[in-house]
């Protein structure tokens, strides 16, 4: 089986093609010891870059990434961390919050880094991204925290999450620090950047997105809407039309295949799940196939 190659963001870091989430880690009941096998399992495959944030598992998900860790120090050179800061959960370990909000003050971004550093076990983040675009934000107070960070060699490069291209090119204009990398959601049942400018943007920019939720978090398999309907129904199609391939593996090609050099986040602890998105690597869909797939999305043909 072909191993997992890298992409590079940036003179200094390179990240594996497929990135495995650890949005729901706590919610997998894994022992340290099991989680441990699981991270030594992904990185023999090639996936090397595992995507954290602050506030993942209610506080808890960096801190048991960090647990698993010290079990094999020789993992630390290995692997890429990316975790996220800004938002700020209401949640028993910090009560005196009474609201959901976000914050990107100067103290709060060097805080967390900090905070996310010790339960990581690590002495730096290789990709630090602002989890949200807020309404109030303040980039020149953003910049002057990139700016410690870096200058302190606690992270090594930035970017940003769910950002739309102007509020990218606000942050982009007040820092020195190039931008590497925005991760959004996208997926066959998730075609808002492909709307809103955002895919254009990464063209222009020669920047490598990063999707979250790559398989729509399984609602296509669910069939929750008319438009998973249509996508499934299209998918099993292709199927038939190829020796071998599974729906996974046809969802992870659909974004692999785009010139933008989409970075899917691989949500599941499933090994199963994750080697049918491995095998999209050896597998291209047409470009029929591919609009077929966009177009039962959109229920519409193109223009």
């Not at 506030?55 to 996220?84: M, P, W």
């Not at 005196?96 to 996310?116: C, F, L, M, P, Q």
């Not at 492909?194 to 609602?219: C, Q, T, V, Y």
């Amino acid at each position: 089986m072909q191993e997992v190659p890298k992409i590079k963001l940036s003179e200094n870091l390179e990240i594996s093609r497929m990135v495995h989430g650890q949005w729901r880690l706590s919610e997998w009941g894994l022992s340290a010891d099991e989680l441990l096998s699981l991270i030594e399992g992904l990185v023999e495959t090639g996936i090397t870059t595992f995507d954290h944030a602050d506030i993942y598992g209610d506080y808890s998900c960096e801190q048991l990434f960090g647990d698993a860790l010290k079990r094999n120090h020789a993992l630390q050179d290995k692997i890429q961390v990316v975790t996220k800061c800004g938002i700020k959960l209401m949640s028993g370990k910090y009560p005196d919050r009474t609201i959901k909000s976000y914050d990107y003050s100067y103290a709060h971004i060097v805080a967390t880094v900090e905070g996310s550093l010790k339960k990581l076990n690590r002495d730096r983040i290789d990709l630090l991204l602002f989890h949200r675009p807020a309404p109030f934000f303040d980039p020149e107070e953003v910049a002057k925290a990139m700016d410690k960070l870096q200058d302190d060699g606690k992270v090594l490069n930035f970017g940003v999450s769910n950002f739309n291209p102007m509020q990218f090119e606000m942050l982009q204009k007040h820092t020195r620090h190039r931008l590497v990398t925005n991760q959004v959601e996208i997926s066959p049942l998730h075609l808002e950047h492909f709307e809103n400018g955002n895919i254009d943007f990464f063209l222009k920019e020669r920047i490598h997105p990063m999707a979250w939720s790559p398989l729509a978090g399984g609602a296509i398999f669910r069939r929750e809407n008319a438009a998973s309907v249509r996508i499934l129904d299209e998918i099993h199609r292709i199927m038939k039309e190829t020796s071998d391939a599974v729906a996974d593996q046809i969802i992870i090609s659909w974004i692999l295949k785009h010139p933008a050099g989409i970075v899917p986040v691989l949500g599941t602890r499933r090994l199963d799940r994750i080697m049918h998105a491995v095998r999209a690597l050896n597998f291209e869909l047409s470009m029929e196939q591919w609009y077929r797939i966009y177009n039962a999305s959109r229920g519409k043909d193109l223009a």
